[in-house]
């Protein structure tokens, strides 16, 4: 702990140019001099990276009592130097509350600059990429709310409303306390890029959801209306899933499906928070859900947005340690699982209508998976063409390829993400043939085969705590 506070006095001298880091640290009487010089370089040369995380993280708000240089010291020893092993004092309890943000940050900072490797930092300096334009988004909850008194609410706050954005341009050039509505959700206010709402009431009330757009296209281009069955296959951390519950109006159900219990906990969290009501967890694996399960029988929309390489979105890579192309070996690994889980989640007997989305930006994670599903359901399934104004497409791998989005901080100011709609086209066999002939069918209105009531298996479920879970 001596170490640290020391690091950070000296620091302080050297930043405010009262004497060189050698000279300040050989004249201190701290026994361990090769350690505590060592310490405030690799801090120094970091610096401006630091200050970046720790702005972003909001680190210095939340712990109000500590010190600008002792941070900056903390955080380089968690992220970049040792992380604390046997030691960090009284300091490493404070610094593992905020350790997964300062991590996201981190790596957030990574996409933005366009490189893999923390030196690489050092190398780019403060060029701002394509990914450091990207501006905040905040989903206006309607279970809770609605965009107009978000905005009024925020006006009376000072900021300046700018109306809805008419093209990217608008987003691009949006600073200080200006805000716009997206183009294209109506539920979606945009902020400059950079803007902390962590700490905003109604953020901490459930009013507001902060999500980036791209991973709002699921829930949108699904469109479940209410009273309607949905299954949420790969749902942590629930984003989405409060997304289809505001569509539902908290009307229907929302079954959801994740492995992990801790991520589940912290979903549960997150949709009392939200005011969701509709919404059944169960912590299980997808792939081991019956579709004939008669608890199921009425599902006709599915949301699957499986574990991935995260190669689009940094808080995805957290996920899975290391940075940079995944390899290959782990790609097709990814993708195996993938595709069974697509490949699973089109035999629910009633199923109209799915979204299968990633936030990677690898061809086997994405269009190859899908590929594959609709080679596994030749005339049962087609790519539903959406958005054909959405600036960014699916690379032409295969024939309707065109028909999936992808995104991207260059091409839709957003995180990379992808997203492709499958609906149902087969006829089933108790249609007449008279409206078998028929060229399109309604997805709302397609008759459901009969089938005889099966064992049923009813997945447990996780009651929300009480805790605020994090975003």
Known sequence: MALYATAASVLANVESRRGSIKGLVYASSFQNVKQLYALVCETQRYSAVLDAV??????????????????????????LGRGFRGGGGRWKPLLDRHQARLKAELARLKVQRRVSRNEDLLQVGSRPGAASQVPRFVRVNTLKTSSDDAIDYFKRQGFSYQGRASSLEDLRALKGKCFLLDPLLPELLVFPTQTDLHDHPLYQAGHLILQDKASCLPAMLLAPPPGSHVIDACAAPGNKTSHLAAFLKNQGRIFAF?????????????????????????????LAVSPSDQRYCQVQYILLDPSCSGSGMPTRQLEEP????????????????????????????????????????????????VQDALQQNPGTFRLAPVLPSWPHRGLSSFPGAEHCLRASPETTLTGG???????????????????????EISLSAAPRKKRRPRRTVAPRTLPPTEQEGKW
């Not at 909001?58 to 992220?79: F, I, Q, T």
């Not at 912290?266 to 509709?278: D, E, F, K």
């Open 417 to 439: 993400f992808f997203v492709a709609v499958l609906e149902r086209v087969e006829v089933p066999s108790s249609v007449p043939q008279a409206e078998a002939s028929a060229p």
């Open 258 to 286: 994740d492995l992990d219990a801790g991520r589940l906990a912290s979903m549960a969290t997150l949709l009392a928070r939200a005011g969701v009501s509709c919404c059944e967890l169960a912590q299980e694996d997808f």
């Open 322 to 369: 290391g940075t940079g192309t995944p390899s290959k070996a782990r790609l097709q690994a990814l993708a195996g699982f993938q595709q069974r889980a697509l490949r699973h989640a089109l035999t629910f007997p009633s199923l109209q209508r799915l979204v299968y989305s990633t936030c990677s930006l690898c061809q086997e994670e994405n269009e190859d998976v």
């Open 54 to 79: 720790i702005a972003s993280a909001g680190l210095l708000r939340a712990e109000k009592k500590l010190r600008p240089h002792l941070a900056k010291v903390l955080v380089y020893e968690l992220l």
